[in-house]
């Protein structure tokens, strides 16, 4: 199993930046692919990026495209979420997880392992 640990959150500003970092350690971390999750109070967690394991393919949810980058340094065993023009209703815990498997899918039932999470708060 993959030990995750995220941070960079906090409180910003409605049209600022931050900048997510999710380090993995455990497994080699080029063997799965990776994704960011978000929870807001009182709603599911809702997928919002992810990226293979070379890093050469990436998705975004509708809702962040264009304003958020997936990236890893797999020399670093390390995830990004690049976060930017960021809106109140991005306001949520962000979680990064890890993929073993082999199907593309932006479930969160198919992610193995999950950080702790990481606030961010977006004041209007």
């Known amino acids: 199993q993959v030990r995750l640990v995220e941070s960079g959150g906090g409180l910003v500003q409605a049209g600022g930046s931050l900048r997510l970092s999710c380090a993995a350690s455990?497994?080699?971390?080029?063997?799965?692919?990776m994704g960011w999750f978000r929870q807001a109070p009182g709603k599911e967690r809702e997928f919002v990026a992810r990226?293979?394991?070379?890093?050469?393919?990436?998705y975004h949810a509708d809702s962040v495209k264009g304003r958020f980058i997936i990236s890893r340094d797999n020399a670093k065993n390390t995830l990004y979420l690049q976060m930017n023009s960021l809106k109140f209703e991005d306001t949520a815990v962000y979680y990064c997880a890890a993929d073993y498997g082999s199907r593309w899918t932006t479930s969160a039932a198919e992610f193995g392992s999950w950080g702790q999470g990481t606030q961010v708060t977006v004041s209007s």
């Open positions: 990226i293979s394991r070379s890093g050469g393919t990436t």
């Open positions: 455990g497994r080699t971390f080029s063997s799965y692919a």
